[in-house]
């Protein structure tokens, strides 16, 4: 999307900016002062989808919300680069870029699989790490060689692309797929995710990073993980089940669950409040370092 033309009230702008890093333009949004905290949202959404969660945030921390590779307005790139470590590796050098090492890290479904690799990776060491509705569970084996190649196509033809964005661009079409994942959001969030979805770019970039999900590794590092991990789950989101939040504890007992009861896939946007209160008390820690930037 052309901020000249979409980003005239896009949630949050005035604490837009737009930087290069790691051969991509990003959008970004910084704000607040404090320990920092980055948000990284998931496939398909944008820096909109933290609109309630980053002023609360601004108040005590610094917050980052970055559009991730091909996303609202941040630039394109071709699929290749949208895996889970080329991600990871385009937010370390924004990071870099912004002088910025975040104390927490805050990531929605997909968002949460990426920084979960990048603290496997070294390139954040957060104190916590908080999933939301976290998407960690990989496809088995003949489901996952069945999807990817046909996620593969899809993302290799701007033509299909062009033909999901003109059909699902529609805000009935868009309502009906948001509660398709068990949420209720308002009708602003409504109308901003038909805004993303009728533009091809945007609808290429969610289907790239789809052809390029492979969670085998990151389910098999996952015991390495070594920053604390809070899995805060909706528990009514029909996109990713409840019961991966379990699956991930199995793999690393020391994970916390935190259950939102009566929400869904977009809890963080439904339900903000109740999603604040969570954050809160696990975004208080004391300093621990002095490059977290509070005394």
Same mark, same amino acid.
């Given at each position: 999307?052309?901020?000249?033309?979409?980003?005239?009230?896009? =949630?949050?702008?005035?604490?837009?900016?737009?930087?290069?890093?790691?051969?991509?333009?990003? +959008?970004?949004?910084?704000?607040?002062?404090?320990?920092?905290?980055?948000?990284?949202?998931?496939?398909?959404?944008?820096?909109?989808?933290?609109?309630?969660?980053?002023?609360?945030?601004?108040?005590? +921390?610094?917050?980052?919300?970055?559009?991730?590779?091909? +996303?609202?307005?941040?630039?394109? #790139?071709?699929?290749?680069?949208?895996?889970?470590?080329?991600?990871?590796?385009?937010?370390?050098?924004?990071?870099?870029?912004?002088?910025?090492?975040?104390?927490?890290?805050?990531?929605?479904?997909?968002?949460?699989?990426?920084?979960?690799?990048?603290?496997?990776?070294?390139?954040?060491?957060?104190?916590?790490?908080?999933?939301?509705?976290?998407?960690?569970?990989?496809?088995?084996?003949?489901?996952?060689?069945?999807?990817?190649?046909?996620?593969?196509?899809?993302?290799? $033809?701007?033509?299909?692309?062009?033909?999901?964005?003109?059909?699902?661009?529609?805000?009935?079409?868009?309502?009906?797929?948001? $509660?398709?994942?068990?949420?209720?959001?308002?009708?602003?969030?409504?109308?901003?995710?038909?805004?993303? #979805?009728?533009?091809?770019?945007?609808?290429?970039?969610?289907?790239?990073?789809?052809?390029?999900?492979?969670?085998?590794?990151?389910?098999?590092?996952?015991?390495?993980?070594?920053?604390?991990?809070?899995?805060?789950?909706?528990?009514?989101?029909?996109?990713?089940?409840?019961?991966?939040?379990?699956?991930?504890?199995?793999?690393?007992?020391?994970?916390?669950?935190?259950?939102? =009861?009566?929400?869904? +896939?977009?809890?963080?946007?439904?339900?903000?409040?109740?999603?604040?209160?969570?954050?809160?008390?696990?975004?208080?820690?004391?300093?621990?370092?002095?490059?977290?930037?509070?005394?």
């Amino acid at each position: 999307m052309r901020w000249e033309l979409e980003g005239g009230d896009w =949630p949050n702008r005035q604490h837009s900016r737009f930087l290069v890093a790691a051969g991509i333009r990003w +959008h970004v949004q910084v704000a607040g002062e404090g320990p920092a905290v980055l948000l990284v949202h998931g496939t398909g959404a944008s820096t909109h989808s933290w609109r309630d969660i980053l002023p609360s945030l601004a108040h005590t +921390h610094t917050v980052i919300a970055p559009d991730l590779p091909g +996303h609202g307005f941040t630039q394109s #790139v071709p699929a290749a680069r949208l895996s889970i470590d080329a991600i990871g590796g385009g937010l370390a050098g924004l990071l870099d870029v912004l002088g910025q090492a975040p104390a927490y890290a805050v990531g929605h479904s997909a968002g949460a699989a990426i920084l979960c690799r990048m603290a496997l990776d070294g390139r954040v060491e957060p104190r916590r790490l908080i999933g939301i509705n976290g998407a960690f569970m990989p496809f088995g084996g003949a489901a996952h060689a069945l999807f990817a190649p046909g996620a593969r196509l899809l993302a290799s $033809s701007g033509l299909i692309a062009g033909m999901i964005a003109r059909r699902a661009g529609d805000i009935r079409t868009v309502r009906r797929i948001v $509660s398709g994942t068990g949420s209720r959001i308002d009708e602003r969030g409504l109308e901003i995710y038909a805004r993303l #979805v009728r533009e091809p770019s945007h609808v290429g970039a969610a289907l790239g990073m789809m052809s390029r999900w492979d969670l085998q590794g990151l389910a098999r590092d996952m015991p390495r993980l070594r920053s604390p991990l809070t899995l805060v789950v909706g528990g009514g989101d029909r996109a990713v089940p409840p019961s991966q939040a379990h699956w991930v504890r199995g793999r690393l007992p020391a994970a916390e669950i935190a259950l939102i =009861p009566g929400f869904g +896939h977009l809890v963080h946007e439904e339900a903000p409040q109740r999603v604040l209160a969570v954050l809160a008390p696990l975004l208080s820690a004391p300093c621990a370092r002095p490059r977290d930037g509070c005394d």
